[in-house]
């Protein structure tokens, strides 16, 4: 049994977990690096403004401000950061995951807050769960990852929390050269749910893995439409009628996607 070797920043062994070898679906959980007195930079919040009919509403909500232009599209009004969206389902996105990897060995960490320094690590994108299966309603809030070439150490902030516990979170913000990738696609109702891309950085790592999955999408047969990129199968679910919304399945119709026409 193979064994993964975990260092912290100042190298010394921070300790050995088995690795998973023969079956690809399984999970090899390690321990990233946790930094507490790493640097924080302060990032000011920006003002989000959608445009709904004749409507509009501003809201702060972070470091990116977007403007829904029309039902459909979104038009991301980034400074330092660059983000993709797309419709994909399991059949769309296997083979641009392929892709993506297949310049360089990347790794896929899953994101969110943890309760140990542990997380599931993919080595490779066909040991990802699911692919093209949503893990939660609102197509943003399922299952994401944080994408890295594989010799890339990442650094896990810690925080305690209100129960006084300790907490352990991986941030795009914490780790310059990675890619935040959340998939998301089909929910149990049939509805296609967007995924997307996106960094906060704008160093030549990070921005070079935008572009490898941009080139993936291009190549895999993604066509873009009114600034989203839809695979084969997903522009034939919107040709059939089907429903692709750009927020949740619990949203109203008007974000849905829609074409007048679609040739």
Known sequence: MRRLHLRNQRGSNAGM???????????????????PASPR?????????FKRGNRDSNRVIGPMRFAFMNNNSLDADISSMKR??????????VPVLARFEAAAPLKFVEMGVTTTPNRPIYLTSSEIPNPGI?????????RAYLVSLRDTKNSINTFIDRNGE??????NSDNEDTVILTIAGLWKTGTLLPGNIS????????QQLMKRFQSALRREGFSRIQGWWLGAEALERLKAGKRLTVT??????????????VD
């Not at 949503?134 to 399922?142: C, L, P, Q, V």
């Not at 960094?199 to 990070?206: M, Y």
């Open 41 to 49: 930079r302060r990032r000011s919040p920006i003002r989000c403004h």
């Open 166 to 171: 300790k907490r352990w979170s991986l941030q």
């Open 84 to 93: 993709i969206f797309f419709f994909a389902t399991p059949i769309d996105i």
């Open 17 to 35: 977990l088995p690795a998973q070898g023969s079956s690809a679906r399984q999970s090899r959980h390690s321990q990233e690096t946790s930094d």
């Open 199 to 206: 960094t906060l950085h704008a160093n030549p790592t990070a």
């Open 248 to 261: 949740a399945e619990q949203s109203p119709p008007q974000f849905d996607f829609a074409l007048s026409t």
């Open 134 to 142: 949503a893990t939660h309603e609102t197509g943003f809030m399922s």
